[in-house]
Nanobody, 126 residues
Framework: QVQLVESGGGSVQAGGSLRLSCARSGYAYSNLCMGWFRQAPGKEREGVAAIYTGGASTDYADSVKGRFTISQDNAKKTLYLQMNSLKSEDSAMYYC???????????????????WGQGTQVTVSS
C-alpha cells in the first residue's frame, strides 16, 4: 500500500508560481512511477507530469512543458511539482498518483496508477 498526501495548493495570480508537494508512505522501495494529475470542474482528469523515482525519466503534458517541472526526493519520500507562469486554465484540483508496477517499460502519464492522494486545489486568477 502507498499513502499519498498533497500540499502546497492555493490561490495565485496569473504569471505567478506555486510548488506542490506529495508525501508518500507505506511503501519501502524507491522505484515507483509517480505522477501529477489535475481535474477542473466539468472537465475530465488530465495528466500533467510523471517521473520514475528510481531514475531521471520524466513525461509532461504538452500544455505544461516549459512551465512545470516534476521532481522527487527519495530520501524525503516526497514528490514535487514546480509550477511557473501559471495561467487561469491551470486552475484545478491537483492529485498525486503512484504505481508500484506498470507495463510498457517507461514511466509515463499513460501508466495505470493505482494509488491516489486526496488532492490540493490550485486557483489562478487572471
Amino acid at each position: 500500500q502507498v499513502q499519498l498526501v498533497e500540499s502546497g495548493g492555493g490561490s495565485v495570480q496569473a504569471g505567478g508560481s506555486l510548488r506542490l508537494s506529495c508525501a508518500r508512505s507505506g511503501y519501502a522501495y524507491s522505484n515507483l512511477c509517480m505522477g501529477w494529475f489535475r481535474q477542473a470542474p466539468g472537465k475530465e482528469r488530465e495528466g500533467v507530469a510523471a517521473i520514475y523515482t528510481g531514475g531521471a525519466s520524466t513525461d509532461y503534458a504538452d500544455s505544461v512543458k516549459g512551465r512545470f517541472t516534476i521532481s522527487q526526493d527519495n530520501a524525503k519520500k516526497t514528490l514535487y511539482l514546480q509550477m511557473n507562469s501559471l495561467k487561469s486554465e491551470d486552475s484545478a484540483m491537483y492529485y498525486c498518483a503512484a504505481a508500484t508496477w506498470w507495463v510498457g517499460g517507461s514511466c509515463r502519464l499513460e501508466v495505470d496508477f493505482g494509488y491516489w492522494g486526496q488532492g490540493t486545489q490550485v486557483t489562478v486568477s487572471s
